[in-house]
Nanobody
Framework: QVQLVESGGGLVQAGGSLRLSCAVS????????MGWFRQAPGKEREFVST????????YYADSVKGRFTISRDNAKNMVYLQMNSLKPEDTAVYYC??????????????????????WGQGTQVTVSS
């Protein structure tokens, strides 16, 4: 059974940085296209970023483009989300997700929750103003 465990969340002031980590077990991370989603209180879960199996392709939501960077270390079975220039509106629970079916796809599909087969429990990120 594939398990995803996020870590690295916390409280940070606006303008600060955090790096989220996602540890993958029960499977080989290089087999999965990986993604990050987030869910703010009272809002639906939304797409943040995704990275291809080998790490050569990435895609970001417009709201985080230029501030967040997704990366992966397949040798360590890890995926990361470096978040810079954080804003209060980035406050949310951040979830790691894995797609076992497609190495890459149309952006509209990769931003859809249904395209992911495995999910972590989430890590809270709070950005104070």
């Amino acid at each position: 059974q594939v398990q995803l465990v996020e870590s690295g969340g916390g409280l940070v002031q606006a303008g600060g940085s955090l790096r989220l980590s996602c540890a993958v077990s029960g499977g080989t991370v290089s087999s999965y296209r990986m993604g990050w989603f987030r869910q703010a209180p009272g809002k639906e879960r939304e797409f943040v970023s995704t990275i291809s199996r080998g790490g050569g392709n990435t895609y970001y939501a417009d709201s985080v483009k230029g501030r967040f960077t997704i990366s992966r270390d397949n040798a360590k079975n890890m995926v990361y989300l470096q978040m810079n220039s954080l804003k209060p509106e980035d406050t949310a629970v951040y979830y790691c997700a894995a797609d076992a079916r497609y190495a890459w796809n149309r952006p509209a599909l990769m931003a859809t929750m249904g395209e992911y087969d495995y999910w972590g429990q989430g890590t809270q990120v709070t950005v104070s103003s």
